[in-house]
């Protein structure tokens, strides 16, 4: 009970406002086990989803402002966190002709590879983390999720 989780005495103020905390509260914890996991790799959350957005864009990459859109957490310097990738040798920026003011980002072999080295860690964390929950679960999970997000 998220109540007794978060050592709660009083009760929630509405059965939204409890919705809310535990959407939050679960993606905390599964963050958190996220980063755990992607520390010995040096990468954090936001980078390794950085990095899987520009692997999926290939060959032809996307501009900062693509990148900063297609993240799962919005962040306030996305020119900050390519910066970051490019001086570890994951990605690379390309002025784009004849528009010099376009810079275009790809990631690097050395980020493919890094990338490949996770695919099959994420999947077994993803596995620990929501596959107790089976399929049908994680399905309407999925669509209640989805439906949620709806303006």
Do not use: W
């Not at 059965?15 to 990468?43: D, F, N």
Request: charged share 30%; aromatic share 2%.
């Amino acid at each position: 009970m998220l109540q007794a989780e978060l050592k709660q005495r009083k009760p929630f103020t509405s059965l939204e406002h409890e919705a809310m905390l535990s959407i939050a509260r679960t993606a905390a914890i599964l963050e958190h086990s996220t980063a755990e996991a992607l520390k010995p790799y040096g990468l954090t959350p936001t980078q390794f989803n950085a990095l899987r957005i520009l692997r999926g864009a290939e060959p032809e990459g996307l501009c900062r402002n693509e990148v900063r859109d297609r993240l799962v957490s919005r962040v306030p310097d996305a020119t900050r966190l390519l910066d970051r990738l490019h001086e570890m040798g994951l990605v690379v920026r390309e002025r784009g002709d004849p528009d010099r003011r376009l810079v275009r980002t790809r990631i690097t072999r050395a980020g493919l590879d890094l990338l490949g080295s996770l695919d099959g860690v994420t999947r077994a964390l993803h596995a620990r983390q929501l596959g107790h929950l089976g399929e049908r679960k994680l399905r309407t999970l999925i669509g209640l999720l989805q439906e949620a997000r709806k303006p």
